[in-house]
């Protein structure tokens, strides 16, 4: 199968799952969630009973801009999660605060994520560059160049990779604690369990598209060798 067929089924899968991500949060959004909390209420509990006490949740703008940053110890919640009593609202919540769980704990996949930020992070800003330069100079000095822009590129498939256990695993953390702190029911448990799914469909899809492209560059470079 030719990678650009790949690469083009990523692409329109990916648009599927955003919108059907779309669709799921607008839904469960509607759903007012059985004890009343708000996405800022189900946070903060969660924390005190994880006993985490120096992470700070707070609001920020935008729809579906959740996210923890371990820098500073904050859960950031869009507008609609933080204030909203919905069981999507529940749902993403709990997913975050299961990130600021994960870095109290020290959980692995997490902490190795963490460790290579730096270099992902630089090869983000610098491998187009890298990869386009290496096409061009490719029949003049060889695929040498482009092998670097691979290698870089590699660097943030893997990133892609390494990120699906550390979502999965904070989808399963809210999941349990939800039903163990009874703030959701046997059906609206499912209800949350939907939304974090695919949510993290989109991880997966990422990851896929990810290598993809990177095994596209590296028949480039085998081709033109």
């Known amino acids: 199968m030719s990678i650009w067929v790949i690469i083009i089924a990523v692409m329109v899968l990916s648009f599927i799952i955003q919108q059907t991500l779309q669709h799921k949060f607008d839904k469960y959004s509607k759903i007012r969630s059985p004890k009343g909390m708000t996405g800022a209420d189900i946070a903060r509990l969660m924390l005190e009973q994880n006993g985490i006490h120096d992470v700070t949740v707070q609001s920020v703008p935008g729809k579906l801009t959740d996210h923890f940053n371990p820098q500073d110890k904050t859960i950031n919640l869009s507008e609609s999660v933080?204030?909203?009593?919905?069981?999507?609202?529940?749902?993403?919540?709990?997913?975050?605060?299961?990130?600021?769980?994960?870095?109290?704990?020290?959980?692995?996949?997490?902490?190795?994520?963490?460790?290579?930020?730096?270099?992902?992070?630089?090869?983000?800003?610098?491998?187009?560059?890298?990869?386009?330069?290496?096409?061009?100079?490719?029949?003049?000095?060889?695929?040498?160049?482009?092998?670097?822009?691979?290698?870089?590129?590699?660097?943030?498939?893997?990133?892609?990779?390494?990120?699906?256990?550390?979502?999965?695993?904070?989808?399963?953390?809210?999941?349990?604690?939800?039903?163990?702190?009874?703030?959701?029911?046997?059906?609206?448990?499912?209800?949350?369990?939907?939304?974090?799914?695919?949510?993290?469909?989109?991880?997966?899809?990422?990851?896929?598209?990810?290598?993809?492209t990177l095994l596209y560059y590296i028949s480039i470079a085998n081709n033109r060798r």
């Open 82 to 212: 933080y204030s909203q009593a919905s069981i999507a609202a529940c749902a993403v919540a709990a997913h975050e605060t299961g990130h600021a769980i994960q870095y109290a704990k020290g959980y692995g996949p997490l902490r190795f994520r963490s460790a290579i930020i730096p270099v992902v992070t630089f090869a983000n800003n610098t491998v187009q560059w890298v990869l386009l330069a290496g096409i061009i100079v490719l029949n003049i000095v060889g695929p040498s160049v482009l092998w670097l822009g691979i290698a870089m590129f590699a660097m943030t498939t893997l990133f892609s990779f390494i990120t699906l256990p550390v979502e999965i695993n904070a989808s399963v953390r809210a999941v349990q604690w939800l039903e163990r702190a009874g703030i959701v029911n046997y059906e609206t448990k499912a209800y949350a369990e939907d939304a974090l799914k695919w949510a993290a469909y989109t991880y997966v899809i990422a990851a896929i598209g990810s290598l993809a």
